[in-house]
């Protein structure tokens, strides 16, 4: 393994830890029952898996694939 392997090892396990701190943290903020980015309801089960939600899962896809 050399370093540039190392490396990306390391950025990728550094990401996930702060995607899942994100994730598991309780939201100071509300989520909201209506996506902010196109008026789209936001299911239930989404509001309670990801608390403080803001967007569908469209407009998160659209976000995250920027």
């Known amino acids: 393994m ?4 190392i490396a990306n090892d390391y950025i990728e396990w550094r990401t ?8 598991y943290q309780p939201s100071a903020v509300a989520s909201r029952a209506i996506c902010k980015e196109c008026d789209a309801p936001i299911p239930a089960a989404r509001r309670k898996a990801l608390p ?14 920027r």
Not at 2 to 5: E, F, Q, R, T
Request: net charge negative; with cysteine; proline share 0%.
């Open 52 to 65: 403080g939600v803001q967007l569908c899962v469209g407009c998160q896809s659209v976000l995250e694939g």
């Open 2 to 5: 050399d370093k540039a392997d």
């Open 16 to 23: 996930e830890e702060a995607i899942n701190a994100q994730r």
